[in-house]
């Protein structure tokens, strides 16, 4: 009996983790005259507007090619939180065909998309702007921190993985910059969103075309 009080504790605990990760983060686009949120539509009939969504969620996505600006926290030894910001911005796609060749230049060994799916290659770029410490690294993967979205809410997160060349997958402190690509399955034909995700602390949608 013990055991089993355990283990329901525990899967209470992972529930709620897991819960703590589907809010989504904080985000500012810089280029606020080129990414205003759409404005909510009046109900001639009920007299009510609309409410919009907060920016970075998956129904207002962070517009393709604009630089959003990340508020984050990184913790020390101690458990001591430490505010953050970096930036993030996706900054070309490649899909289909032209995708697969491009990730076969870059690895031959990467494989065709599995049918009724077709690779997505992103070129993104991420900034560590702003920490309130220049003692802790901050690490984000393409594989780890990256999920593709089909518009009709298909998550790819099965065992195909494109190898690329640089692949997205740094650490680096205050004041860094770098480049590289992330590649994923979405739906043949189907528009396209790009998930960044922590495991603890949110979650935000970048627009892909």
Do not use: H
Request: with cysteine; proline share 3%.
């Amino acid at each position: 009996m013990k055991k089993m009080g355990l283990f329901l504790v525990s899967l209470v605990i992972i529930l709620a983790l897991a819960a703590c990760g589907q809010d989504t983060k904080d985000v500012a686009v810089k280029d606020t005259a080129a990414a205003k949120q759409e404005q909510p539509k009046k109900n001639e009939e009920k007299k009510q507007e609309q409410t919009v969504s907060k920016l970075g969620s998956r129904t207002n996505p962070v517009p393709f090619q604009k630089t959003a600006t990340v508020d984050d926290e990184l913790f020390n030894d101690a458990g001591e939180s430490f505010p953050i910001k970096f930036d993030l911005m996706m900054e070309e796609v490649t899909r289909g065909d032209a995708a697969f060749q491009t990730l076969k230049a870059m690895n031959e060994f990467n494989e065709p998309a599995p049918e009724g799916y077709e690779w997505v290659v992103v070129k993104a770029k991420v900034k560590f702007t702003e920490s309130k410490t220049q003692d802790l690294s901050f690490n984000i993967d393409g594989i780890m921190n990256f999920k593709m979205v089909s518009e009709s809410g298909d998550i790819y997160s099965g065992d195909a993985y494109g190898t690329t060349d640089p692949d997205f997958s740094f650490e680096m402190y205050v004041g860094n910059e770098k480049e590289g690509y992330i590649a994923g399955l979405v739906k043949t034909g189907e528009k396209a969103q790009l998930r960044y995700e922590e495991l603890m602390d949110g979650q935000v949608f970048f627009n892909l075309q």
